[in-house]
Each structure stands twice: as C-alpha cells, then as structure tokens.
C-alpha cells in the first residue's frame, strides 16, 4: 500500500516523463493553443502564469504571441525540460518556478492572464487553485481553462473516470462543464466563451506517456470491451483501444 502524498504521485507520474510531453503530438498542436495564441495577441506586453504547465506548450504559445510567461509546475522535471525547449525554440521570455496549483507564490494582481491546458484534472482542489487564480489575476485579467471534459451522463462520467485512473494514479477527476461553471463562479469568476474539441488517443501512445503498468491496461482494455453500446458509440472506442475524449477551453473574467 502507497503511503505517497498526492502530489508525490503527481511528481513521480510526470518527472519521469517530462520529455515524452514535450514531444508529445496531442500536446503539442490543437485548435486551443491557437486560441490561447490569438488571445495573448491581443493583449500586448501582458505578463502570463501558465498554470501546471506540464510539458510547456501554452507558455511556448504565450511567449511566441508576445507575453512574458511564468511556467509553473509541481515536477522541477518537467520544468527544466521547458526551460531546454524554450531555449532551442528561442523564446527567453519564460521563466521557471516550481509549486503548487492551490498555493501560489505570487503577489496579487500579479498577472494579466491565467493559463490552464490538460493539467486540472490533476489537481487535488480545484476550487482552492481557482481561488488561488484569481487571487494573482488583476481585475481585467484572463482566466482560459482548457481540460478534459467528462460527460454529464454518470453512465458515460463513470467510464471515463475509471480508464483514466488505471491509467494513471495521479488523475483526480475530469470534470463536467457544469461542475466548471459552479466551481468558477463560485471562485468570483463569469465564464464567457467557450471552444468544444474532441481529440484521439491513440492507445499505444497514451499509456506510453505515462508509463502504464500491463495489468492496467489490460483492465482498461477489458472495461473497454465490456462496456456498453452507449460508451463505445460516445467515445468512438475502436479495435486497438484507441478512443475519442471531449475537451473544452474556458475563457473567464473576474467578477
């Protein structure tokens, strides 16, 4: 039995990997780090907090649209691999720091966006990182939360939540839209608009990233295999394991 805190599980699942979500393809490239570029864009000189920054590529997108970033994340790894592919990629307008999602090292009003992409799903409070958000954000500020989205249907939630803790231990939750809108509001946060996207996981890659042990994704295969028509028809679940997920981007304003 594990005695590991949650975040040493989130360290140990992702430090390990750092290079692997870097290069990742899925990662990498979407219809959402092009939001999130036109959106700094047109905030000119802006300072960004790119929020459990994973593998770099919201603070590349930031840095490479004009903002001066602040990639933070748990895995001192996982950093000092963004910080290597930004040097290759010349974007010296990154900087480093390592933490905690719901505890922030920063001033008030530190920054004019808040940047969030496939990392929340990871933390143990969301509602106290949200607070925490706006807490660093100025009163004009951006908040964009890109995510996995789990279905409303619990059939569907269910499903999703338990191939991605087999998966992965350090997961916690994909949450659904309308638990997003409460957790947001309720962090003094109005959610504007929204981009809907439903990218492929390729089996064999997916749980390469995370270093899945066989015995898990072997019951994954087999939920996969015996789960109901509506699951299979929803995820577009296919011979080799490979499946659809649905993933939203956010964009908020402080209240």
Known sequence: MSARSHASHVVDQFGAQASAYVTSAVHAAGADLDRIGALIRGMPGSR???????????AFAAAAAGATVTAYDLSTEML?????????RGLDRIEIRPGAAESLPFADAAFDAVLTRYSAHHWRDVPAALAEARRV?????????CDIASPEEPLLDTHLQAVELLRDPSHVRDYRMSEWRRMLEAAGFAAGATLETRPRMEFASWIARMRTPPVNAAAIRALQAAAPEEV?????IEADG??????VLIEARPR
């Not at 960004?48 to 919201?58: E, I, M, N, P, S």
């Open 48 to 58: 960004a907090l790119d929020l459990g920054c994973g593998g770099g590529h919201v």
């Open 80 to 88: 000092a691999a963004v910080a290597a592919e930004a040097g290759r």
């Open 137 to 145: 954000l100025k009163p004009d500020g951006l908040l964009v939360v």
């Open 232 to 236: 299979t028809a929803h995820f577009g």
């Open 242 to 247: 490979s499946f659809l997920i649905d993933s």
